[in-house]
Structure formats: C-alpha cells, structure tokens
C-alpha cells in the first residue's frame, strides 16, 4: 500500500493554489505546511482528506521527466469538477473528463497538467 507520494515543483507558492482549487471537488484540502526551516531544505504542503495527507508538494525545482499521479473521484461529477477547477487556477488540459474504455467499461477520467508540466488525473472507477 502506498501510505503518501508527491511532486517537486518550481513556483511553490503557484503550485500550492493550483493544488487547493483543483483537488478540491475531489474533497482534498491542504492540511499541513513545513517549513524550510524545519525541512532543512524547502517548503513542503501536504493535501488529503481529513485528518491524513497523502499527496505533498516541495518546492525546489519540478521532478523530471514530469510525474503522473491520478487521484480517487468519488463520482463522475466530481471528475468533472476537478477538471474544471484544474483548469480554472491555470492548468492546461491534456484530456477532457470522459470514459476511457480501454482501461475497463467503467473508467471515467480527466488529466490535466500542472503549472510543471505533471500529469494529474482524477478517475471514478464506478458505473454511472
């Protein structure tokens, strides 16, 4: 079981609004900050559903090549909603909410890059 994973941005404080209003229809919220002071090195901000942050940002440069991370929806609706937030605090569309069967019948997914390039998804594996 994967208990938390990340990515490595180049704008932290970009990067941290980005990540706010786009998970947010999936119910994420930005739960803790460390600061570099603590870390030794950069800024960290970790995001989940309450009280466990499971996905984290650190600051310093983007990983390369760019990172893909898909996250849990709770209904189509709400992959909707991510994709339209993502899009609305400045990523860029890299495929618009819809089934993607060939993964399997009930795949509903949406992708959309961060302001570093990173491929985030958010899927509902559910029937409609």
Not at 85 to 98: K, Q, Y
Request: hydrophobic fraction near 40%; glycine fraction near 10%; include cysteine.
């Amino acid at each position: 079981m994967i208990d938390h994973t990340g990515v490595a941005v180049t704008d932290f404080a970009q990067s941290k609004a980005f990540y706010t209003q786009a998970l947010a229809p999936l119910g994420y919220q930005l739960l803790m900050e460390v600061s570099a002071a603590l870390t030794g090195s950069t800024d960290m901000a970790g995001f989940g559903e309450p009280p466990k942050t499971d996905f984290w940002i650190s600051g310093g440069g983007p990983n390369r090549p760019a990172i893909h991370v898909a996250f849990r929806a709770p209904s189509r609706a709400a992959v909707d909603a991510f994709h339209a937030a993502a899009l609305a605090a400045g990523g860029t569309d890299n495929g618009a909410p819809g089934l993607r069967p060939h993964y399997h019948p009930h795949y509903y997914g949406a992708f959309v890059r961060d302001p570093d390039g990173h491929n985030i998804e958010a899927v509902c594996h559910a029937a409609e």
